[in-house]
């Protein structure tokens, strides 16, 4: 293993941390997570044009993993989910030909052990034989079965989102007539046109199946998960089988706005469960989203207890069995030019380093590494620059330029993560953020071994 040391003397002052704030992507929506029998974390989101995984050992570092960009033909490729069946790795994905009234579910399956190798087979549309909009589709198996489960339209208009479910006779073929298990009916999800289910992820435990979905309009920050639950001895095809909860059990809470459309999956040791959900970057800020992790518990009627979205400024415990890291203050580095260190009422320390507003300042750590290799960085950063969607910090390693670290704006004081991968060689290297296009804040950032 490679590992980071803190060295009496270190010219930088650094600790061992065992946390990390909750952000684990600063742009993206509708993760989904799987965590592999190799050990490895298999990670996709929407990007709209295609589909991309990443692979990580890292549930914290995933953003830096090793990526694949899988081509899928026109157009709108939302929330991808990639699953293992029979020894065959298979995507799920939804997409249209530019025009939305066309979303429908596809298909592709690969048969390499990793799904970061090999060909990648389009086995075409999944559907029932209605063949209506259908969105989000997941893979639910239980008992020797597999099941299908979507969110949809009943006709052929945009009047409500419902959540059905099918038999499928093998990953890629629906064989039996969908049944809707869910339909928009409280409040909570009847306060936007179209009001809508959609999203649906299943978690099973001691017999009983949790479908939790996202309610209300994605755009909003009244997005929130709602739960209906079943019986693994049940008939799944019967819709009295399906009982849904009158309250959501995640929503908007300690300043945080629209929580949803998540995976579930375990630490690194699989001691531990963990949602990984999507959230809007700011109060309003609609399709502007960021993705979230946190560790959740089990209630006594074997549902989920998902608790309130992880307070933003708060760190929480690193995933059982993820990479400790060692975490640098921004404050604590050597500043050129006009670059200071000021106060933070949301800093990890109580300060930031800042204003690197010119193309001479900078802020530079010296980090000792035991070993050659790869690491994470997970910066913790702010963007507020008036008028820009994006700036980002030049960076450095031992006075070679190892690219753009990009800042999302979110305004300033409201902290995101900048997460990358740098090469380090054995002793001490040295750091340098460095002006680049627009403004950033440079909070803290840990390190840990790729």
Wanted: glycine residues 10%; hydrophobic residues 35%; contains cysteine.
């Amino acid at each position: 293993m490679l590992l980071l040391l803190i060295l009496p003397g270190a010219a930088n002052a650094s600790t061992q941390s065992a946390n990390f704030y909750n952000v684990v992507f600063q742009d993206g929506a509708d993760p989904w997570i799987y965590k592999h029998t190799d050990g490895f974390y298999y990670f996709t989101k929407t990007t709209g044009g295609d589909v991309t995984i990443w692979k990580s050992s890292s549930l914290t570092g995933v953003d830096a993993g090793t990526k694949r960009v899988i081509s899928t033909g026109c157009c709108n490729v939302w929330a991808p989910e990639i699953h293992y069946i029979n020894n065959t790795w298979y995507i799920y994905y939804a997409k249209d030909d530019g025009n939305n009234d066309n979303h429908r579910m596809y298909v592709m399956e690969n048969t390499s052990a990793d799904p970061m190798t090999g060909t990648w087979v389009n086995k075409g549309q999944i559907t029932d034989s209605t063949n209506r909009w259908a969105i989000d589709g997941t893979v639910l198996q239980v008992n020797n079965n597999l099941y299908f489960i979507w969110s949809g339209w009943a006709g052929t208009t945009n009047v409500q989102q419902k959540l059905y479910i099918a038999h499928m006779s093998n990953p890629w073929t629906i064989d039996s007539a969908r049944v809707e298990i869910a339909t928009p009916t409280y409040s909570w999800e009847t306060n936007t046109s179209p009001s809508v289910n959609e999203g649906p992820q299943v978690i099973v435990h001691n017999g009983v199946i949790s479908l939790v979905y996202s309610a209300s309009g994605s755009w909003t920050d009244g997005y929130c998960l709602g739960l209906i639950t079943a019986n693994t001895s049940s008939n799944l095809l019967q819709a009295s089988s399906w009982s849904k909860r009158n309250q959501p059990i995640f929503q908007s809470g300690n300043g945080l706005y629209g929580p949803g459309h998540h995976s579930f999956t375990k630490s690194p040791d699989g001691t531990e469960d963990w949602i990984v959900y999507h959230t809007a970057k700011f109060a309003g800020s609609g399709w502007n989203r960021e993705i979230r992790a946190q560790k959740f518990t089990w209630k006594a009627d074997n549902t989920p207890n998902l608790g309130a979205p992880a307070a933003p400024n708060t760190p929480i415990a690193i995933p059982s069995g993820d990479t400790g890291r060692v975490r640098y203050e921004g404050e604590s580095g050597v500043f050129g030019g006009i670059a200071y260190a000021s106060s933070s009422p949301n800093g990890s320390g109580g300060s930031k380093a800042g204003h690197i507003d010119t193309t001479d300042s900078y802020v530079e750590f010296d980090v000792y590494a035991a070993a050659a290799g790869d690491y994470v960085m997970s910066a913790r950063t702010g963007n507020g620059t008036s008028g820009v969607d994006w700036s980002y910090f030049i960076l450095t390693v031992n006075q070679t330029n190892a690219g753009n670290l990009y800042i999302t704006n979110k305004g300033w004081e409201n902290w995101g993560a900048s997460i990358t991968r740098l090469t380090l060689h054995a002793g001490w290297n040295k750091i340098r953020f460095s002006k680049g296009e627009g403004y950033g804040e440079l909070d803290s950032f840990d390190l840990f071994p790729a």
